[in-house]
């Protein structure tokens, strides 16, 4: 994924990686899991076995889950943000995750862009503009944790900066998720309105979804249009 012009997130040297997920393991770190289906819960990184699994307890708001799958897995370490993609894997009173994969850490421009291929179904649905309504899709140039810039034919709403915007944001085959954002940038050339956005009331559990997103959408844009950059 560190292979893409906008490299969000490096990639961990394996002994560095035994040695995180050793310490998360001994502090009882607690984890958050991004499930397949777009749920989110927790989980207490309790040991390892061999360096190819962590083995985790259960939390809370993670009882109800028992479906074995493929996941997302964030988690702190000393200020620092680390993902990665993995097999959850359930049995009686654990929940295993593999760890024999690659583990990435978020750069700490955690914000940076990721640059959307041209071919690539990202639009966002403009549905209020200041006090106004509107249905209006947009397309999507680049996005990141914190925001979106977005490209429209149309002249009518004028963007311009401090304007408040509601909207939903779909990339590729993703069920759209709704914002509330602010205009920061905004320019109209040749008849295209070209606007910058940033999301607004962004809670700790959206923040989490978002930055596991952008793992995803790196991760997909990699494999899909290997010479993008």
């Known amino acids: 994924m560190n292979q893409l012009g906008q490299n969000i997130f490096k ?30 819960f927790n989980l207490i990184a309790m040991q390892t076995e061999r360096d190819e699994d962590l ?16 996941v997302v897995v964030n988690f702190m370490f000393k200020n620092e943000r680390y993902f990665f993609r993995t097999d959850l894997v359930f049995s009686t ?15 700490r421009r955690a914000n940076a862009r990721i640059d959307l291929p041209q071919k690539y179904d990202a639009v966002f649905n403009l549905m209020q503009h200041n006090s106004h309504k509107f249905f209006i899709d947009c397309k999507i140039l680049d996005v990141s944790a914190g925001g979106l810039r977005i490209a429209m034919a149309n002249d009518i709403p004028a963007f311009k900066e401090g304007d408040t915007v509601r909207g939903t ?9 709704e914002f509330d954002l602010e205009v920061r940038f905004a320019q109209n050339k040749d008849g ?9 009331n962004i809670d700790t559990r959206m923040e989490s979804r978002l930055l596991s997103l952008m793992v995803d959408l790196q991760r997909e844009i990699f494999i899909k249009y290997p010479s993008h950059k």
């Open 11 to 40: 990639k961990v040297p394996v002994s560095e990686k035994k040695f995180l997920f050793r310490e998360l393991a001994h502090d009882k770190v607690q984890i958050s899991v991004k499930g397949d289906d777009d749920s989110f």
């Open 192 to 200: 295209i309105q070209i606007a910058g956005m940033q999301f607004k």
């Open 169 to 177: 944001m779909r990339l590729g085959i993703r069920r759209p998720i």
């Open 93 to 107: 009173g654990w929940a295993h995750l593999r760890i024999d994969g690659d583990l990435f850490q978020l750069q």
């Open 55 to 70: 083995l985790c307890h259960h939390t809370s708001n993670s009882k109800m889950f028992d479906k074995n799958q493929s």
